[in-house]
């Protein structure tokens, strides 16, 4: 089994930043890790994804040059760096992973099996 547990979110200010981790345990081989958000009354939409292996990371247009995944291997720990945030990036952030047995696009949350609990994201304007 896997648990996924977020950590870093908060309140900022518009232009602002913030870092959110997600520390990983558990013994299944991940290999692919993203980043979904969901803002009130709105689907869960992904932000950013990892290919574990090869290290490509991939980001929605709405946050391009804005938003950045990472990850630290031997910590077992994914990051994503927020910097400019805008009031519409408030939203419960959720770190998630796949085991690869189902594909259905790095920004489908049918192609993860592991979620963690969330963080709140808020901006102010």
């Known amino acids: 089994q896997v648990q996924l547990v977020e950590s870093g979110g908060g309140s900022v200010q518009a232009g602002g930043s913030l870092r959110l981790s997600c520390a990983v345990s558990?013994?299944?081989?991940?290999?692919?890790m993203g980043w979904f958000r969901q803002a009130p009354g709105k689907e869960r939409e992904g932000v950013a994804g990892?290919?574990?292996?090869?290290?490509?990371?991939m980001y929605a247009d709405s946050v391009k040059g804005r938003f950045t995944i990472s990850q630290d291997n031997p910590k077992k720990t994914l990051y994503l760096q927020m910097n400019s945030l805008k009031p519409e990036d408030t939203a419960v952030y959720f770190c998630?992973?796949?085991?690869?047995?189902?594909?259905?696009?790095?920004?489908?949350?049918?192609?993860?099996?592991?979620w963690g609990q969330g963080t709140q994201v808020t901006v102010s304007s």
């Open positions: 998630t992973g796949s085991n690869g047995e189902k594909w259905f696009g790095i920004f489908d949350s049918r192609t993860y099996q592991y």
């Open positions: 558990g013994d299944t081989v991940i290999t692919y």
């Open positions: 990892i290919d574990r292996d090869r290290k490509i990371p």
